[in-house]
């Protein structure tokens, strides 16, 4: 079993009744209940039944806080383009938090503004990054440039005309020139919180077994 | 008629006996004679027939010089992301030279290293600038966030995989969060410095006339 | 910086309210004020907050005019296809006039009545041409070839079928056979606008340049 | 059956023993025996075979005559772009001819250069036309504009980049904003020669039909 | 001039003022006024302007007819697969009757049941055959392969999944391995009838021709 | 595991001597030793290591036959559409006999004659069907249309220009509107004999059941 | 004529009366009436004309049972691989059940978690199988590699951004490495229960022939 | 500056002196000299210049190993599906030695035959996986399902027909329903290596800090 990680459920198709039915034994199993894509008027009927939801409606996620707080060692920033790429970076952002990772937001630094992103630099010393950008999606093989770890792409479905939906930031950022550049699903925030929280679990393991390696010899 | 412009013949599916022929009659009419896209062994046999013909291997170009010499005022720029690009880079900048513009290069500064791009600034001075780019086709969008004039995007088909022959590096472009750039075909070099030798011509003729209006005036 | 140039706020998927409030910000650090994609009723909706916007419905732009008005040389033709292309025209030739150039309209001459553009071909001859076409969009090419300056060429998403939303107007134009073309992505009329806007500001600039560098040998 | 049609061999993956045999067999049930896309050293092999064979190296076109030849009523004029759509618009031209029909040739046409169309019009005053353009393929709107009677589109593999191999000539031909278009395969001249084939025999048909109507009246 | 074919208004994206104006003015010039792709509330108020018009929901076509009925010789027939294909099929059908020809249908003889077609070969009796058909659109090959004379294929967007909004339809006839078929954009049943318009109009101008060729003759 | 069903090496890509030991190894474990897709001049070279292995140069098929030979009941007919169709039909058929099952083929009956099919509609009553077309592939629809039992539709490359490797005939496949349809990849006559395969089997099992069930009844 | 399976009317696109009359008719020739993608508040006008019809919101099916149950030998498992794809599944199940199929069901068994489907493999041994998938769709080959019969793969349209409503799961299911897998058009439950039913009966017919030929020697 | 990581050339479409001058140069910085996509004639010709280098004609890489071995900590297995898939896998494998870390490989373990990989599943016990899989690549979902840590997929250009040189597998890992999975380019092997040693670094210098952190507590 993948232990610390949140069960998602994924908002759309299903009803208000549904969605609080699984958070509920998701909740009573212990783990954080999380639900994806859900949208203010879907909340307001999740929580007639579940009083004890909490929402962000920027992120779109709907959860009930796990009784006791984890806190997981290890740093991410989130790093989105424009304005409109702020609901899936943000998905990502409160995904991690919600899962025990300290997070770092550094928004609006699209590639077509570069200073903003080189005055920012310090949030690229992290120990994986998330690069959240639609459009042209450039912003990741720039990040990925001036950063020295792990990077997580998400192409967002921003755009218009020749965006078709995401697939331009998509190419764009499988064909990065940098390489160490991993590529999630166009808009799936969720799906690189859940790689990054598995990266910082890897470091922390690694920590842990090199640590009693060092006891051992000691 | 299109004055002071290259008529130039379009190599691939052509013979070098009709290559040399086409070549002759512009020289004869005495246009620049320009052939592209021309592989170093069809060069060797065009110059068993034309023996004053001028190549370049590198940006596949071959052509008869200009009887007398054009120099057009404007500065020109171009800029390029990969090695594996100049072949496209030097068609747009040996084109733009051989129609009498002057042309400044700037090769080698992919976004993943975007610190030799801002180390070389200096080339973003121009009155209009032509950036060649392959694999994710960043550069432009991040060229043109830095420069403050017209920007020629031209996508290559340098790349692998979901590069798919230059269509992602074109979607980057075409997308670009960066207002004021044109985007012209898939390694089209040649195309990207007619519309960039058409757009300092528009500057000489603005000056012109704007001069005559201001002696008029005095 | 980018002098002179509009700061557009890309309406969709903002709230009223927050495209007031750049707008405001935007008209008080002396810029105009321009916000693009407004649908009628959203700009009801700000105009009650921001009493002094002006709306254009057919081009879809709400913008505060600057407090003096610029006028910049050089001479801007708009030429659209058929009467679903308008906005997008319209949205460009706006775009330019509130830019502060000069914007010669030319509708409705789509190359089934190749006719009607011949008898207009005096909207020819200016220093810059945009073209906004859908369904083929062969009319870039047309004017392309007859013209003798830089021609931006706009694919709108209007059509049908195998249109594919403005791809195969987008294909024709990145093909044009006529050279000196540049393309930007479909539906972009204010990009257009800012391209052709760089186009006539590099102009002027090479005037003051070379009037200057005239007047020192005088 | 279809009377008055070639039956042709398709030649590419067949052996020059395979198509000079089929050919023979058309030949001699008295049909005109056809086979297309054969390549010169194809036509050598199979001349071996059967020496009465005629080629067409431009049209890539390999036949035997009939033994009493047909002379259709009808005009048909094939129009071309570019050089390079020489040996599908000649496929059309010489399919044509050796059924029957009388065909004028118009060459090198292009929309970028729209006068050499206009200077010959006279060639559009014809019962059915065929248009062949690769790259963007716009021919084929300015010509069923100008032109009032049947337009049958072929788009040509011609062209590099974002041409997709004759996609985006097929795509604009389809979006025509001209009435009266119909579009065959990409490359298919033949497919063309026989549906204006077909045109004019059913121009014929009716002609005769009229004509004994109104013999009978008389 | 193209003469005797309607004027036709494409309804999308005009408001019911425009459609009534543009149609006034073409019924004015004595054309035929046509509206095509019509919803009914849109003709409910096309109708308080203009309380002449004549409406098919069926086809979505609205029109008002010309003061004389014109007669045109020639025979076409439409033939359409689907139940779901009868609004672009009524389109085609009723688009030809309304321009003067003479028009059998033949609905809902889809492929899967090869027999219902069989039974009404008569149908392709015709000088001129339209093919509609959705889905995998494989009518118009059988069809052409049955027939002796010119066959106009229109791919519907009716399908679901692989058929792509049209595309699959439109590859299928495009790649119809029955010479003799033209093939116009996905639901384009104007279309294919203002072609089958210009093919019957080029056999009446032929017989003419012939006739008076034949009359000199005698 | 699967019994009964070929062992199959897929050939390109692998030296000639790896497939020759794969297959002895094939062999000597007592299965049907096939190797898929060998060129003519691949044999030679297996043949060379491994004399006893056959071969079908039309079907790209190398083999050891069993040692001892399995004969199936049930009835599959392979049907095709083009004589550019048939290494894929004879790949299908050749598989399927190897295998243990018998096999009618029924080849070059294009939709474009439809009257072939119908002159040999014994050929359709089988258990199982699999019908290879490439171009348009209409085949599969007007079978299905015709039979009543499972149909296996195996598009080809077959083709040229919109037929896109392939894409086409896929497409009007699985959008087939006569249901019972089961669609392969493209080119995959050894996937489609293996179904039909598994088809066969699945129903002598049932037959097996039913009996023993009757039987005991009994 | 192919007896047994249902004849289904298509929903979408038909008004409720045209539905009910349609079913009627088929009722009344003594067929399965069956109707698919039937929203509730469509089931529920239909109600209104024909209050015999039963009807599945999670299949969207709604039908008139047959007078007489029919039920044929052979066991079909419908496996499904997210809870979004059920409807798609229930249509597939549901169908075979009312055209006198046994059906088990084995739903939420995705590739993500392949514990539960090894914990259920009982499911597998069946005749035929039907595996419903979307996302990534990758169930398919998973089951038929563990499976011995045949195996009819259901792409369904459930994911975003790069699922391309279905066409990732359609790709993966085409290229399935494990043979013997025949694919039908996304979210064509439908239809895979009447390939599934094919099959089935199939195999009954064999048996019969077999028994009787067994009988025969006995 | 990214340090530890193989400086690597790319090896297509340079002569083989560029490759080894540019891995001289490395070499003399004390980097790992690599070249990627090397063809065995080609190391050839760079041998003859560098006789130091070492080569592997299975991951076509070409190299210099660093004048001091550098073993890095962590556990990264790299695991395949198909044996064509092979020359990616190891390209994956050896990239990630070279640059100092450990690798276990698992070859073969395609999702067609389940148990393999289940009977192999010690090898999922690592701190980072890296699965590469062409045809449908489904192996990266199953993956990412059974291991509790980072997963990079990699899919492969492997297959033919509707694997689309790669596409469909890329298709497959983007919508893989197991969270936790980051996709680079086709065929990317280099890449994949290159992230999984940025995660693993990223999990060292964790370590570092965290045991710094415990060491100054106590
Ligand atoms: N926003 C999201 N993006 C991608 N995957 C998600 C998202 N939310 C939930 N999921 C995944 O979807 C699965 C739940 O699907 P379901 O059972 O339909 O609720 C979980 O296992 C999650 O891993
Ligand atoms: N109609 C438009 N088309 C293309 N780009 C636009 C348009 N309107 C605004 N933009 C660009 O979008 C940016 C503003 O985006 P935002 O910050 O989301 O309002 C500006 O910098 C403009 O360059
Ligand atoms: N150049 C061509 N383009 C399109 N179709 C052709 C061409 N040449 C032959 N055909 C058609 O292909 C069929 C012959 O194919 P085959 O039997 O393979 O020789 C004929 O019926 C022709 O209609
Ligand atoms: N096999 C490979 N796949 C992807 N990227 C590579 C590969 N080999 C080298 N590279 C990248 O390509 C760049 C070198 O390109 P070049 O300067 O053309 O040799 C390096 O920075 C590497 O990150
Ligand atoms: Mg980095
Ligand atoms: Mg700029
Ligand atoms: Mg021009
Ligand atoms: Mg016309
Ligand atoms: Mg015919
Ligand atoms: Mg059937
Ligand atoms: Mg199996
Ligand atoms: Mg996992």
Redesign the interface.
Known sequence: ???G?PE?V?G???TPEQIAQIMEQLHQRGSLALATRIEAQVHEQIRRLLPQVQYSPLARLCWIPRAQAIAY??QLSVIS????DLPVAEEAALTAELSGFQVKRLWDV?????HRL?QNRQALQA??LIVVAG????LA??V???A???V?AV?T????????????????????????????????G??AA??A???????????T???SA?ADKA
């Open positions: 079993l993948r232990t990680f998602a994924w759309p198709g299903k060692p290890g383009a424009g304005t409109a699209g590639v077509a503004g570069i080189l120990d994986v459009m042209e999606g450039a093989s720039v990925a440039g001036l020295n770890c792990p997580i192409p479905s921003i755009g218009y005309g020749a965006s078709f939906q995401g697939l331009a930031a998509l190419l764009t950022m499988l064909n990065s020139c940098a390489a160490g550049v991993g590529v999630v699903n166009i808009d799936n969720f799906g859940i790689l929280g598995q990266i910082l679990r890897c470091g922390q393991q690694m920590a077994r090199l640590n060092t």
